[in-house]
């Protein structure tokens, strides 16, 4: 055997020889069996000098959404050696284990071995993880042999996309609380035939648009009432998201950021299938990469670059001060006047950074509506529950008491309480959706 042989077998064949000799010269027919244990021995040593060889076959997914449950397979074939097999099968941060283990334990005798193994887990945080290795320790019988740690690199990554809330028009009120004028402040085609909402009647609206129902009721007896119509052409919205640390307040997978990230995807799928240009700008640089930022466009794909920036998006501080929002922000700001959503949570440390940007695009007469994400509720809820809805009466007014009323529209979403469907309702008019 090319194998150098350790204290153990030494010991154990001296022991055996010493039982052999025992055996021979002794009358006694139980010692005299004894002489089959060298050959034993002997044939386990041989048999345990041929190498493992191992198969592995796994069915790992490469995407997945919050929330998805997914059974993960792995089949492992061992041939040859003789000895414990401790194996972990792979995961990936923010995860959970629902049903079985990714941890196993397998005998293999001198036969060929085969053993399927299946743990289903469940996705909790968004994002792009990689999967550990799948590991498998080989510890030989009777320590002949040192133990093998073997290593099974998995080839790709997960991702692991958000939530998305299907919002539809027939959640959203009729009456607008935001008057919008005869010439939007977008760059738009004519008028539709398709009802988009009702509002107070302006100077400059055509005639034929009052709607004389809906004046001639006792609620509106003071102002004439008109349909609003929905536009031929494409008008603009611009998502801005904090990622301050404050928007980090609660746990990994629960806090503002995160249920920014919610409403920003299912708001733009929302207003893509209304036909608007969508854009995405975090607010943490002056100057970003390209890909952490989408200019406004339409269709899926802009659904897709959105997504992709989002998946990415982590709190961090800044300290630079704020200087201004790009010169590819700023043209289309002077060309499209678009409409601008700002997802924070108000605190004494970003207010005046969220002041400084709506100054800025108040110069091009762009008056951004501000979701104030409560993070009280969030953290409560994991102290206790009940607290979530006391720090949401509390804290109602607080919001719009905390920034400057030029700066922009405050609204406020308490997520715990409010589903996001409750919080559209409410953003859908402010916001010009």
Same mark, same amino acid.
């Given at each position: 055997?090319?194998?150098?042989?350790?204290?153990?077998?030494?010991?154990?064949?001296?022991?055996?020889?010493?039982?052999?000799?025992?055996?021979?010269?002794?009358?006694?027919?139980?010692?005299?069996?004894?002489?089959?244990?060298?050959?034993?021995?002997?044939?386990?040593?041989?048999?345990?000098?041929?190498?493992?060889?191992?198969?592995?076959? +796994?069915?790992?997914? &490469?995407? %997945? $959404?919050?929330?998805?449950?997914?059974? *993960?397979? /792995?089949?492992?074939?061992? !041939?040859?050696?003789?000895?414990?097999?401790?194996?972990?099968?792979?995961?990936?941060?923010?995860?959970?284990?629902?049903?079985?283990?990714?941890?196993?334990?397998?005998?293999?005798?001198?036969?060929?071995?085969?053993?399927?193994?299946?743990?289903?887990?469940?996705?909790?945080?968004?994002?792009?993880?990689?999967?550990?290795?799948?590991?498998?320790?080989?510890?030989?019988?009777?320590? +002949?042999?040192?133990? &093998?740690? %073997? $290593?099974?690199?998995?080839?790709?990554? *997960?991702? /692991?996309?958000?939530?998305? !809330?299907?919002?539809?028009?027939?959640?959203?009120?009729?009456?607008?609380?935001?008057?919008?004028?005869?010439?939007?402040?977008?760059?738009?085609?004519?008028?539709?035939?398709?009802?988009?909402?009702?509002?107070?009647?302006?100077?400059?609206?055509?005639?034929?648009?009052?709607?004389?129902?809906?004046?001639?009721?006792?609620?509106?007896?003071?102002?004439?009432?008109?349909?609003?119509?929905?536009?031929?052409?494409?008008?603009?919205?611009?998502?801005?998201?904090?990622?301050?640390?404050?928007?980090?307040?609660?746990?990994?997978?629960?806090?503002?950021?995160?249920?920014?990230?919610?409403?920003?995807?299912?708001?733009?799928?929302?207003?893509?299938?209304?036909?608007?240009?969508?854009?995405?700008?975090?607010?943490?640089?002056?100057?970003?990469?390209?890909?952490?930022?989408?200019?406004?466009?339409?269709?899926?794909?802009?659904?897709?670059?959105?997504?992709?920036?989002?998946?990415?998006?982590?709190?961090?501080?800044?300290?630079?001060?704020?200087?201004?929002?790009?010169?590819?922000?700023?043209?289309?700001?002077?060309?499209?006047?678009?409409?601008?959503?700002?997802?924070?949570?108000?605190?004494?440390?970003?207010?005046?950074?969220?002041?400084?940007?709506?100054?800025?695009?108040?110069?091009?007469?762009?008056?951004?509506?501000?979701?104030?994400?409560?993070?009280?509720?969030?953290?409560?809820?994991?102290?206790?529950?009940?607290?979530?809805?006391?720090?949401?009466?509390?804290?109602?007014?607080?919001?719009?008491?905390?920034?400057?009323?030029?700066?922009?529209?405050?609204?406020?979403?308490?997520?715990?309480?409010?589903?996001?469907?409750?919080?559209?309702?409410?953003?859908?008019?402010?916001?010009?959706?």
């Amino acid at each position: 055997m090319n194998s150098s042989w350790n204290k153990q077998i030494i010991i154990l064949s001296v022991i055996t020889a010493f039982i052999a000799v025992a055996g021979i010269i002794s009358t006694q027919k139980a010692i005299f069996g004894s002489l089959f244990m060298p050959v034993i021995f002997i044939f386990v040593l041989s048999y345990m000098e041929k190498d493992l060889k191992l198969d592995v076959d +796994y069915d790992i997914p &490469k995407f %997945l $959404k919050v929330g998805d449950e997914y059974t *993960i397979q /792995v089949k492992v074939m061992a !041939k040859k050696g003789l000895g414990m097999l401790n194996m972990q099968f792979p995961t990936y941060p923010e995860m959970n284990i629902l049903n079985g283990t990714n941890v196993h334990i397998l005998f293999k005798g001198f036969k060929e071995r085969e053993m399927a193994m299946e743990y289903t887990i469940v996705s909790t945080r968004r994002g792009i993880f990689n999967w550990t290795e799948i590991i498998i320790e080989y510890q030989p019988l009777i320590g +002949y042999k040192r133990k &093998k740690i %073997l $290593k099974f690199p998995i080839s790709h990554n *997960i991702e /692991v996309d958000p939530k998305v !809330k299907m919002l539809r028009k027939s959640q959203f009120q009729l009456k607008s609380n935001r008057v919008k004028p005869r010439n939007s402040v977008t760059r738009t085609g004519p008028p539709t035939h398709e009802f988009e909402s009702i509002r107070d009647y302006v100077p400059g609206d055509p005639f034929k648009a009052i709607n004389w129902k809906s004046s001639a009721k006792t609620a509106y007896k003071d102002n004439l009432m008109v349909n609003v119509y929905e536009r031929e052409g494409l008008k603009n919205f611009i998502f801005y998201v904090d990622v301050s640390p404050f928007m980090s307040h609660g746990s990994s997978v629960e806090n503002p950021l995160e249920y920014a990230i919610t409403l920003v995807l299912s708001g733009t799928k929302y207003l893509i299938s209304k036909n608007y240009n969508v854009g995405f700008w975090p607010i943490k640089l002056n100057r970003l990469k390209r890909s952490e930022y989408v200019l406004p466009s339409s269709g899926m794909d802009t659904f897709n670059q959105i997504r992709r920036s989002l998946l990415l998006l982590e709190s961090k501080w800044v300290t630079e001060k704020f200087t201004g929002i790009g010169s590819s922000m700023t043209r289309i700001m002077m060309e499209t006047r678009p409409s601008v959503m700002i997802l924070t949570s108000l605190e004494k440390g970003n207010i005046s950074r969220i002041e400084s940007i709506s100054r800025h695009l108040y110069r091009f007469k762009v008056l951004p509506t501000i979701v104030d994400i409560r993070a009280e509720s969030i953290a409560a809820k994991y102290t206790d529950p009940r607290l979530g809805s006391v720090f949401s009466v509390r804290n109602y007014n607080l919001s719009k008491n905390r920034i400057n009323t030029e700066s922009g529209r405050v609204i406020q979403w308490d997520p715990v309480n409010e589903s996001i469907g409750k919080a559209a309702y409410k953003l859908a008019m402010e916001a010009g959706w």
